[in-house]
């Protein structure tokens, strides 16, 4: 786990910043949903408020957490690879995960939900290893935890509920009558978490606002661009640069993770079908969770890292002894080999960068010099590229609800009314300065208009003849000259 060390002088991406930002937010006294916006279920953001509380925010104590909640996925997988597997094959499953968590091609060195996700998934297995009605209660609420987090994990439970039915024996109506109990008591976990979410929501008056974002505007930005059988082949061909970027960095995992699969799917019918019911369920609804979303970004693949590990160490248990050997110590080797090329040889600030180029690194670098010219007290608004990014490296309030602008475009109507209270927001709380990193919509530029702002400053990049950055000043309070131009390291 020492490898996470590595990536924590780097900057943190845009979708952890904005947790970190709204979590701060809400301890702050804010409403989610109201006047901070996002269309994340409720789970993530209580999560980084918690974590705010009680480590603080930067980015040191963020990624410090996060590496408590990987030591917790660790000791999980080897617990849960001990009740199917001998002792040496659960030590290889921990030390895998130990190599291959912070695994920058799914964006493991980060902070990102997935890593606590990993760590409620990997526990309701432990708790269905034994399937008393009270442990898959709890295994249950485990699953509905993760899903306050990501609605996806649907996809993970329907999986290991199907792996319950197999792992049980005997026939008959006892049997039938155990099935409906245990069917039960595995819906009532989430059931229980989401009555009460969608309650507090009701009692505190915002659950049409609340089920706009979560519900309503969710499936429409996740919506499938492909057809499903063909959304499940570009698993393997669409991570975000390239999905080369997303296997190169633990390929040797994913190889034998692969291979473990074949292994499970022999041995399905032995004496241990339950256990290996449950891991195969793991990674096939781990698979069908990060396909669900309309585009794979890379920290997706992340959920598929649990159920990687187990299968690759599972290998070792369908091999003879020195053969078993051989193939744990040619997968440590060739593990190290690629993630020292591309991790622990790489810059800390530079690791991010074959996910999505420059753009967190421009961001921190450039809110610094938003910092530079506004006052704490000042509130900014940023239209486009790696916008939380700015809120939370500068210190600065949005003077808007919504800390990122995907929900903004578009022609529905739904969008529209989104803008509508943009213009609200920025109209009752103006901002001293507004950075533009992409086209405006026409109700922006109105505003601009309207209000009086002028351009301040840019940011031009010589290499590619364009402009990157654009800021615009309220000109009843204006700011001091400044440098914005940008240059990659």
Request: glycine residues 8%.
């Amino acid at each position: 786990m020492a490898f996470r060390l590595h990536a924590f002088g780097g900057p943190l991406e845009t979708d952890e910043c904005n947790y970190a930002y709204i979590g701060a937010r809400l301890l702050a006294g804010d409403r989610l949903y109201v006047d901070v916006w996002d269309h994340q279920p409720p789970g993530v953001f209580v999560l980084f408020a918690g974590l705010i509380a009680l480590a603080g925010g930067s980015e040191t104590a963020i990624r410090l957490v996060a590496l408590l909640g990987s030591l917790a996925t660790l000791g999980l997988i080897y617990l849960v690879a001990r009740k199917g597997m001998r002792p040496g094959s659960a030590w290889f499953a921990a030390l895998l995960y130990a190599m291959a968590s912070s695994d920058p091609g799914m964006a493991g060195e980060g902070a990102n939900r997935e890593i606590y996700m990993n760590a409620l998934a990997v526990g309701s297995i432990a708790c269905l290893m034994r399937p008393t009605i009270a442990r898959i209660t709890v295994a249950g609420v485990l699953l509905g935890l993760a899903s306050t987090m990501k609605t996806v994990v649907a996809a993970q439970w329907a999986a290991l509920l199907i792996a319950l039915w197999i792992g049980q024996t005997g026939g008959g109506r006892r049997a039938i009558s155990r099935l409906a109990r245990m069917t039960l008591a595995f819906a009532a976990g989430p059931a229980l978490v989401w009555i009460a979410v969608a309650g507090y929501f009701a009692v505190t008056d915002r659950f049409a606002v609340f089920y706009d974002a979560v519900f309503t505007y969710n499936l429409t930005y996740s919506q499938m661009a492909s057809a499903p059988l063909a959304r499940f082949a570009e698993f393997f061909v669409a991570g975000r640069p390239s999905s080369w970027a997303v296997f190169r960095t633990a390929l040797p995992l994913w190889l034998a993770g692969g291979a473990g699969l074949v292994v499970a799917a022999v041995t399905l019918r032995r004496r241990d079908r339950a256990w290996t019911a449950l891991v195969l369920a793991l990674a096939i609804g781990s698979f069908v969770a990060v396909c669900l979303p309309r585009q794979f970004w890379p920290h997706y693949y992340l959920l598929m890292l649990p159920s990687l590990v187990i299968l690759s160490a599972a290998v070792t248990d369908a091999l003879p002894a020195r053969p078993a050997k051989g193939y744990a110590g040619v997968l440590i080797a060739t593990l190290l080999l690629a993630q020292g090329l591309f991790y622990l040889l790489a810059p800390a600030d530079l690791i991010g960068v074959q996910r999505y180029k420059m753009r967190m690194l421009w961001a921190r670098d450039q809110a610094k010099r938003l910092a530079a010219v506004t006052e704490p007290t000042d509130s900014v608004f940023v239209w486009g590229n790696a916008d939380a990014g700015f809120y939370y490296y500068a210190r600065r309030r949005c003077a808007a609800r919504f800390t990122m602008i995907g929900s903004l475009l578009g022609e529905d109507p739904a969008a529209g009314r989104r803008q509508s209270l943009l213009i609200e927001d920025l109209t009752r709380n103006r901002p001293r300065v507004i950075l533009q990193a992409m086209p405006f919509i026409p109700a922006m530029e109105q505003f601009l208009r309207e209000n009086g702002y002028t351009e301040a400053g840019r940011d031009y990049d010589p290499a590619n003849d364009i402009i990157r950055m654009r800021a615009y000043g309220d000109p009843s309070r204006p700011i001091r000259p400044i440098d914005w131009d940008w240059s990659e390291p």
